[in-house]
């Protein structure tokens, strides 16, 4: 307990500097959209995005609840796919060299474009959105995942053959041993991928969820409720990352700074 | 290229499974489309297929130069000024964290469905991903060599162009290889919420209109370019950074 509130305390201090930035940067924006410097539909106040917040907090509440969903569910399906796959991979080299390659080109694909295909396939429900998070994750994490098995140290695992190891012994001990600090950063780029392909899936099933709300307050006008739910949506992400940047600070006190490829969608 | 020959295979014995099931259960074209219905509706739209594409190249490569440009600038500000650093490093970093792409619908609001609020977001994205790459790449400078150069009486930009430079470089690359399928990302993801033709646009259209072979050629195409993106980065890489072959072979 108590190292986790030094790790947050050690936050705290590195972002006094940062808080103060933000808190100029909001003065200036309310005192350029309160004096009509800026007009409202251009760069709404920070008061009149508030006020949005405070008076839609139902409906945020609710649609934020469904991108919730949504992104967790991907999350966890990706993620519990990519582990069976990199243990499967790990162990089956002809299926390596087949299917790893394809995996790779497959991550560099822009996911979002199959999005209208898996609506086409599934309909506007909850199905194509989870769907998506959950191929964006799984790609992202199996990658991660691959590198962080084979960076297990050669010489512990020629020591665990001497000593007589059962593979499941060297998998469990050396190699997860070793992946976990690529796990942790794959699921941390995961973790803000998925709120982002579910905000965009919901643009286009037009059903439910921030991305929904956000489109649809555009449209009508709203200009204060659409700044609000893209808050709400970044608040949304940020508070997922904090989530697992916390457990990799807690499980992995000596990595300073988690290695692997990240993902910027 | 022998690692490629089974995954060739593989995505052969795929696209054949594929059209054989579509011939044998006779499942609508409007749910699956076979390899060959996409193949033909890829030549039958040629003309408009290659426009679209163009034009969310367009979009796509422009904010990536755009993006990549003002990070390295912002990067090497950052690297020179502790006040700077102090005060917008960790709102860069924050900002990583927030889902860029939904701010698309105030961008697409502010700047209409032309090319620039495209332009703009694909910059956005690739902005954050190269500046936090960058300074941790400048910061990644041997500590010995710059030393070194103090004592040399070389100046800074010296500095930075002999040494920080090289030794950011497989950082840049690294963000610059994510930074190209994001660019196309963004591009697509704006021209679903307003555009008036690219890639998106197409994708978006074909699907309301249920002309599902066009659509699934339009997705095909958004890949390939994705991918093309990705493997013009990783050429580069290697012609820049002629010692590191081996390493970006693993990436």
């Keep these: ?124 429900g909850y199905e194509p959105r989870i769907t998506i998070c959950a191929i964006s994750t799984f790609l992202t994490t199996l990658v991660n995942l691959m590198r962080g098995l084979r960076s297990a140290d050669g010489e512990v695992e020629e020591l665990m053959h001497t000593l007589n190891a059962t593979g499941m012994q060297r998998l469990l001990k050396v190699r997860v041993y070793a992946a976990r600090p690529y796990l942790l950063a794959a699921l941390r780029i995961s ?56 457990i990799e600070k807690v499980a992995m006190p000596w990595a300073p700074q988690a290695p692997g490829a990240g993902a910027a969608v | 290229m022998r690692r490629v020959i089974p995954a ?62 003002v990070a390295i600038v912002c990067a090497v500000a950052f690297t020179y000024s502790g006040l700077l650093r102090a005060g917008a490093y960790p709102l860069v970093l924050a900002m990583q964290a927030v889902p860029l792409v939904a701010i698309a619908p105030i961008l697409v609001l502010w700047l209409g469905p032309g090319i620039l609020s495209k332009v703009l977001l694909a910059a956005f994205l690739a902005y954050t991903v190269t500046l936090v790459n960058m300074v941790r790449g400048l910061a990644s400078a041997d500590a010995g060599t710059l030393e070194l150069m103090h004592t040399l009486n070389a100046s800074r930009w010296q500095q930075l162009t002999r040494v920080r430079f090289p030794a950011a470089l497989p950082y840049l690359f690294t963000s610059l290889k994510l930074g190209a399928s994001a660019a196309i990302v963004a591009a697509i993801a704006a021209e679903y919420i307003g555009a008036l033709e690219g890639l998106g646009y197409l994708i978006h259209d074909t699907r309301a209109r249920l002309d599902n072979e066009y659509l699934w050629a339009a997705v095909a195409t958004a890949a390939v370019i994705g991918l093309a993106a990705f493997g013009l980065v990783v050429l580069a890489e290697r012609w820049a950074m002629p010692w590191r072959r081996e390493a970006v072979e693993e990436t």
């Design chain 1, 1 to 124: 307990m108590k190292r986790i509130t030094r790790k947050l305390l050690e936050g705290v201090a590195g972002v006094r500097a940062a808080a103060a930035f933000l808190l100029a940067a909001l003065l200036l924006w309310q005192l350029v959209t309160s004096t009509g410097l800026v007009k409202f539909y251009v760069l709404p106040a920070p008061s009149t995005v508030l006020e949005a917040m405070a008076r839609f907090r139902g409906e945020l509440g609710e649609e934020a609840l469904a991108t919730l969903t949504v992104a967790l569910a991907g999350f966890a399906l990706g993620t519990v796919a990519a582990i069976a796959v990199a243990m499967t991979l790990t162990y089956s080299r002809l299926v390596r060299t087949a299917v790893y390659p394809l995996l790779l080109a497959l991550r560099a694909l822009p996911f979002i474009a199959i999005i209208p295909i898996l609506v086409v396939l599934m309909g506007t």
């Design chain 1, 191 to 246: 973790a803000s991928s998925c709120v982002i392909e579910a905000t965009v899936a919901e643009w286009i099933t037009g059903d439910s969820g921030l991305g929904y709300l956000v489109q649809i307050s555009g449209y009508t006008f709203q200009i204060g409720l659409m700044w609000a739910a893209i808050v709400v949506a970044s608040a949304l992400t940020l508070a997922l990352v904090g989530v697992i940047t916390l």
């Design chain 2, 8 to 69: 060739a295979l593989l995505l052969a014995a795929v696209l054949a499974g594929w059209e054989l099931y579509v011939t044998l259960t006779g499942v609508s074209v409007l749910v699956v489309p076979p390899p060959s219905g996409i193949a033909a509706a890829i030549v039958e739209n040629r003309a408009d297929l290659v426009h679209q594409t163009l034009v969310t190249l367009a979009e796509a490569s422009l904010g990536f130069l755009l993006g990549n440009l």
